[in-house]
């Protein structure tokens, strides 16, 4: 079930490039998360109590408002195969963060997944013509560290309130950081949509956030968070099936061999060596009372 959220928001590039305005990426971000989370909130009835109001704002900045701005600049000032291959870290970082802040296990087997995953990710979708760009290169790298962030503490600030009315909070809070970055950035929202792009953008709010938000931080409580921020390769190789199925857009040798790396790191991410069960003490023939022991 949380794999569903990753695979998601693989669809976002070809939901963007079909279906929305272009040049409005913050717009498409604030219509993600705003809409979305106070949806949420209005069907749940909750509101943050206590703590749980700073928690939320921090949460929902690290998760969605921080992560989706510092997205939006690498998106532009990088090509999408530099950003994707550095967003690939995110799940040896969400391993070191876990093993300090949860007190989890940092295995060898999760440092080789993790590194086979950047790799499997870098076939994929980087082109040998990539420029880099420093200001665009930190953004992405910020991104990564930022949202490995959000996951870990998403699992040690575990709330009492139904997991809807918590992904609700931090869609509002994270949509209310974006919204003025919006505004500066892109000025006022088109006069005119389409029924296009008004699609888009429902299907971007219901099911590629409040959905798939759900799903994801479901995982979140569920997993370990670096199970769950595996899941996240799905992302990109989604997004490439989808442009050779759906765009016409052909696939090299390279990108197959990348994919299958990809899901290799994920298998082997997700699948842990169990020791073996002790074998239960047999239990005596006769029972010895108490005061004859």
Same mark, same amino acid.
């Given at each position: 079930? +949380?794999?569903?959220?990753?695979?998601? @928001?693989?669809? +976002?590039?070809? $939901?963007?490039?079909?279906?929305?305005?272009?040049?409005?990426?913050?717009?498409?971000?604030?219509?993600?998360?705003?809409?979305?989370?106070?949806?949420?909130?209005?069907?749940?009835?909750?509101? &943050?109590?206590?703590? @749980? @109001?700073?928690?939320?704002? /921090?949460?929902?900045?690290?998760?969605?408002?921080?992560?989706?701005?510092?997205?939006?600049?690498?998106?532009?000032?990088?090509? !999408?195969?530099?950003?994707?291959?550095?967003?690939?870290?995110?799940?040896?970082?969400?391993?070191?963060?876990?093993?300090?802040?949860? !007190?989890?296990?940092?295995?060898?087997?999760?440092?080789?997944?993790?590194?086979?995953?950047?790799?499997?990710?870098?076939?994929?979708?980087?082109?040998?013509?990539?420029?880099?760009?420093?200001?665009? $290169?930190?953004?992405?790298?910020?991104? #990564?560290? $930022?949202?490995?962030?959000? /996951?870990?503490?998403?699992?040690? @600030? *575990?709330? &009492?309130? &139904?997991?809807?009315?918590?992904?609700?909070?931090?869609?509002?809070?994270?949509?209310?950081?974006?919204?003025? $970055?919006?505004?500066?950035?892109?000025?006022?929202?088109?006069?005119?949509?389409?029924?296009?792009?008004?699609?888009?953008?429902?299907?971007?709010?219901?099911?590629?956030?409040?959905?798939?938000? #759900?799903?994801?931080?479901?995982?979140?409580?569920?997993?370990?968070?670096?199970?769950?921020?595996?899941?996240?390769?799905?992302?990109?190789?989604?997004? *490439? +099936?989808? !442009?050779?199925?759906?765009?016409?857009?052909?696939?090299?040798?390279?990108?197959?061999?990348?994919?299958?790396?990809?899901?290799?790191?994920?298998?082997?991410?997700?699948?842990?060596?169990?020791?073996?069960?002790?074998?239960?003490? &047999?239990?005596?023939?006769?029972?010895?009372?108490?005061?004859?022991?």
């Amino acid at each position: 079930m +949380t794999a569903l959220a990753p695979a998601i @928001w693989g669809t +976002t590039y070809l $939901v963007t490039t079909e279906l929305l305005p272009p040049g409005r990426p913050l717009l498409a971000a604030v219509v993600r998360a705003l809409p979305a989370g106070l949806l949420l909130v209005a069907l749940t009835r909750r509101l &943050p109590k206590g703590v @749980w @109001w700073w928690r939320a704002l /921090v949460l929902g900045a690290l998760n969605i408002g921080v992560f989706f701005a510092l997205l939006f600049v690498g998106a532009y000032r990088l090509p !999408g195969g530099v950003a994707a291959t550095i967003g690939a870290v995110q799940p040896l970082l969400v391993a070191g963060l876990s093993a300090g802040l949860l !007190g989890e296990r940092f295995s060898a087997r999760t440092a080789i997944a993790a590194v086979a995953g950047v790799a499997g990710v870098s076939l994929l979708v980087l082109r040998a013509d990539a420029r880099l760009d420093a200001i665009g $290169v930190a953004a992405a790298a910020g991104g #990564a560290v $930022v949202m490995a962030t959000g /996951v870990v503490l998403s699992k040690r @600030w *575990t709330s &009492p309130a &139904p997991l809807l009315a918590t992904t609700g909070w931090q869609l509002v809070a994270g949509g209310l950081l974006l919204l003025p $970055v919006a505004l500066l950035v892109e000025g006022p929202p088109p006069a005119t949509l389409t029924s296009a792009n008004l699609t888009g953008y429902a299907y971007l709010a219901i099911i590629g956030s409040a959905i798939a938000y #759900a799903l994801w931080f479901r995982g979140i409580r569920a997993l370990s968070p670096t199970h769950v921020t595996f899941l996240g390769l799905l992302s990109p190789l989604v997004a *490439t +099936t989808l !442009g050779w199925l759906a765009l016409g857009q052909s696939l090299s040798v390279a990108q197959i061999v990348g994919g299958l790396v990809v899901v290799a790191a994920l298998i082997t991410a997700q699948t842990q060596r169990r020791r073996p069960a002790k074998r239960p003490r &047999p239990l005596p023939d006769r029972l010895i009372p108490a005061d004859q022991c």
